[in-house]
Nanobody, 114 residues
Framework: QVQLVESGGGLVRPGGSLRLSCAAS????????MGWYRQAPGKQREWVAT???????AYADSVKGRFTVSRDAANNTMYLHMTSLKPEETAVYYC????????WGQGTQVTVSS
């Protein structure tokens, strides 16, 4: 059974940085894509970034140039390095993996506040 576990969330000041991790219970190279999503209070879940099996990446316009998605296949872990964080980016961040079925993690809270 596939399990995804996010970690690394917390409280950070505006302009600060944070790195999120998504650890998978299986070889992450079996997934066609892995990605990050976020959901702020009272808002719909939105896409943040994707890393394809090829290693190519894609980002939402709102985070382009500030966020970097990467992976460590040897440790079955995907990362999201976030910089220049803004208060409006306070949300629960989720990782998702796809291989004919979508798998979601339980989320990790990121709070950007002074």
């Amino acid at each position: 059974q596939v399990q995804l576990v996010e970690s690394g969330g917390g409280l950070v000041r505006p302009g600060g940085s944070l790195r999120l991790s998504c650890a998978a219970s299986v070889n992450i190279l079996r997934f066609n894509t892995m990605g990050w999503y976020r959901q702020a209070p009272g808002k719909q879940r939105e896409w943040v970034a994707t890393i394809f099996n090829s290693g190519n990446t894609a980002y939402a316009d709102s985070v382009k140039g500030r966020f970097t998605v990467s992976r460590d296949a040897a440790n079955n872990t995907m990362y999201l390095h976030m910089t220049s964080l803004k208060p409006e980016e306070t949300a629960v961040y989720y990782c998702r993996a796809y291989n004919s079925v979508f798998y979601w993690g339980q989320g990790t809270q990121v709070t950007v506040s002074s």
